[in-house]
């Protein structure tokens, strides 16, 4: 029962979920909006699941005292802050919740981001080695792109019509390459809730599932 009842609810609402996208009807469109909702609901328990599975690790980081156990602390203290926080004084648009949020938040994202900038670029240098012809033609079209968005680019190559070139090479090769890669990831989405509809697999059910 253990394995039998979940993978039966779980074909069932599989099954009901791809037969109400067919049906043009009112109760079609109230079951989804029902089941979005409790969707909703069912994602505050997997929120709290998370909260202690954050604190579950970095207690025992710093129980045990592992290497970089003392950033923990410094989790732990920004979680408790920041909820006493928002609890006491509100989360409104001018509240301290929404300055720490502007101010402090966004700021370590921006430059997170940008860190990984440096990354990128680190591994597009190595990338954009001329080895092959296809990483020729890779090279020269990233070039190509780059000198083309760039202001430099544009008045520097504005009589090659650079900028037409790169809007062409956005629009029609690079469009077909989007599309092409969000065909087969939505086969393989298609193909993964399959099995786990028809039981095929079965990694979701955890220990249940052996």
């Known amino acids: 029962m253990r394995r039998t009842g979940p993978l039966k609810l779980c074909l069932i609402c599989g099954v009901v979920m791809i037969i109400q996208f067919f049906i043009p009807h009112r109760f079609s469109k109230n079951l989804f909006e029902e089941a979005v909702h409790w969707l909703i609901v069912c994602g ?6 998370g909260y202690y599975s954050i604190f579950h690790v ?4 710093i129980r045990r005292k592992r290497e970089g156990w003392g950033y ?3 989790i732990f203290a920004a979680v408790i802050i ?5 609890f006491i004084w509100g989360i409104g648009e001018k509240s ?5 949020y502007q101010y402090m938040t966004m700021t370590m994202q921006a430059t997170m981001f940008s860190l990984l900038g440096f990354y990128m670029a680190s591994a597009a240098f190595r990338s954009f080695k001329a080895r092959t ?8 079209v990233a070039l190509v792109i780059m000198f083309g968005r760039v202001p430099i680019g544009e008045s520097v190559f504005i009589k090659l019509k650079l900028p037409n070139l790169v809007e062409w090479v956005l629009m029609y090769p690079n469009m077909a390459a ?3 890669i969000g065909l087969g990831v939505g086969l393989g989405i298609m193909a993964t809730s399959l099995k786990i509809m028809l039981g095929i ?10």
């Not at 301290?96 to 720490?100: E, L, R």
């Not at 697999?201 to 052996?210: D, P, T, V």
């Open 72 to 74: 923990s602390i410094i």
């Open 178 to 180: 989007q599309r092409g």
């Open 96 to 100: 301290v919740f929404m300055k720490i």
């Open 201 to 210: 697999e079965r990694g979701w059910l955890g220990g249940a599932g052996k």
């Open 58 to 61: 970095h207690w025992t980081k």
């Open 44 to 49: 505050v328990p997997a929120l709290v699941i």
């Open 133 to 140: 012809p296809e990483a020729t033609l890779l090279l020269i």
């Open 82 to 86: 920041v909820a006493l926080i928002g």
